[in-house]
C-alpha cells in the first residue's frame, strides 16, 4: 500500500463533500506529474490524505482511499467543462483520474503551520517551497507522523 495527499479548494470539494457522496472520482487532474502518478502508481487500497488549500483552515482535513485505479478522466472529452482538453481523443486520452472513497474526517484541520514544524516532514514536497503540485506521495513515516497528529471524529 501506498500513501498520498490530495489538495482541493473546499469551496470546490471537501472532506465534508466525499463524506456525504462516499465516493467520488477525482477528476481535473492538468498536470503531468500528477497524472502519472495516479496513472502508474496509485493502486486499489491506497490510502490518501484530503488536503485543504486555499481556505481559512489549511490543512489535513481526513483520509480516503482509492477504490478505482486510473482511468481516462471523462471531463476532458467534454466541451461544456472547465476540464476540457480538444488535443485529447477518446483513442489517445491525455488525462487520468481515479475514485476514491471517503474513510474518515479528523476532528480538527492538521494546519499547515503544524506540518512545517515538525522535523518527521522537512523532506516532504508539502512542506517545501515553491510546491505546488495536487497530488504528492507521503513515505509511510510521514504518514505515521502526521496519523499521529489527527483527532478522528466519532
Request: charged share 30%.
Amino acid at each position: 500500500m501506498a500513501y498520498w495527499l490530495f489538495k482541493t479548494e473546499p469551496d470546490e470539494f471537501s472532506i465534508d463533500t466525499l463524506r456525504v457522496k462516499n465516493r467520488s472520482c477525482w477528476e481535473g487532474v492538468r498536470n503531468y506529474q500528477a497524472r502519472n502518478m495516479m496513472r502508474d502508481e496509485m493502486r486499489l487500497d491506497d490510502l490518501v490524505f484530503i488536503y485543504h488549500s486555499s481556505c481559512k483552515k489549511i490543512g489535513v482535513a481526513g483520509i480516503a482511499k482509492v477504490v478505482r485505479e486510473s482511468y481516462p478522466d471523462h471531463f476532458q472529452f467534454d466541451p461544456e467543462s472547465d476540464y476540457f482538453d480538444a488535443k485529447s481523443t477518446q483513442d489517445n486520452p491525455r488525462w487520468m483520474m481515479v475514485d476514491i472513497e471517503f474513510v474518515v474526517k479528523f476532528k480538527r484541520v492538521i494546519p499547515l503551520a503544524v506540518l512545517k514544524a515538525m522535523p518527521e516532514l522537512e523532506n516532504m514536497p508539502l512542506v517545501k517551497r515553491g510546491n505546488r503540485l495536487s497530488i504528492m506521495p507521503v513515505q509511510e513515516p510521514e504518514w505515521q507522523a502526521i496519523m499521529q497528529r489527527a483527532v478522528i471524529l466519532d
